[in-house]
């Protein structure tokens, strides 16, 4: 085949697939059809050593063997048996996002979300996110209730379930993690986001400095004591007095005020 058939050849593969998976005919072109669930697991599969997992669905599809075994709890361990034989006509899986999409409210959503397994919480969760539309909420779907770096089951939550796809009436072997519940239910459904507000800067503590008392109510100074000391008098002299002894004769002295 020339490079132009080839790139014919490509473009009629990508168009074509982009024509089925187009939200507005995935009403018309496909339906679903109910299951029994105890011939589905969906598993958190360990790729890069352990360390990331992917959504793994695995389907029993005759009862010759086995295809997977189950053991343990919190998480639940996946053993899967069909990768011990060939499981032609006895398991069917699905690995990718041509096997497996999301259908809510009888719309497939598989050119809006992508499947993912994440570790969070202490677990690992299979959510749906967003491929394009960043304003839409990641979805939710199920979790393992543990985390493993093998391959653990994963435990739908409550309103959803997996439903095969048909096309005009026949099934196919896509499978849908389905919920009858709308995409924009589950939207107006979901919290409204608070404005933060914007902390206040806060204030230095004033230190309290000491108050002058008013010009006014300061004590006045007081006059200054009156002198009580009267003023020094010169006292007269004095005279000497002549104490008479015994037998001596006084003389009196006599004095005369002018």
Known sequence: MNLRLKAVALATLVFGSMSVSLPGQSSTLFSKAEIDPSRFVAVASPYANGARHQLLILEQVANTRACWSESGSYPTRIDPL??????????????????YSI???????????????????G?????????????????????????????????????????????????????????????????AALPKPTTPTTPTTPTRPVTPRP?????????QPLPPPPNVNPAPVNPAPSRPVFRPGAGDYVVPTIIIEQ
């Open 211 to 219: 108050t002058q008392p008013p010009t006014s109510s300061r004590p």
């Open 103 to 121: 259908r809510m409210a009888d719309r497939d959503l598989g050119v809006q979300y992508s499947l993912r397994v994440v570790e969070r919480g």
């Open 123 to 187: 677990e690992l969760r299979l959510v749906g996110v967003p491929l394009f539309n960043r304003t839409l909420p990641e979805l939710e779907i199920g979790r393992t209730y543990g985390v493993t770096n093998g391959f653990a089951k994963i435990f739908l939550n409550s309103g959803w379930r997996m439903t095969r796809r048909t096309y005009n009436g026949q099934a196919v072997g896509h499978v849908y993690l389905t919920n009858d519940r709308s995409l924009e239910s589950v939207v």
């Open 82 to 99: 069909l990768l011990q034989y060939d499981f032609t006509n006895i398991c069917g899986r699905s690995t990718d996002s041509n096997g």
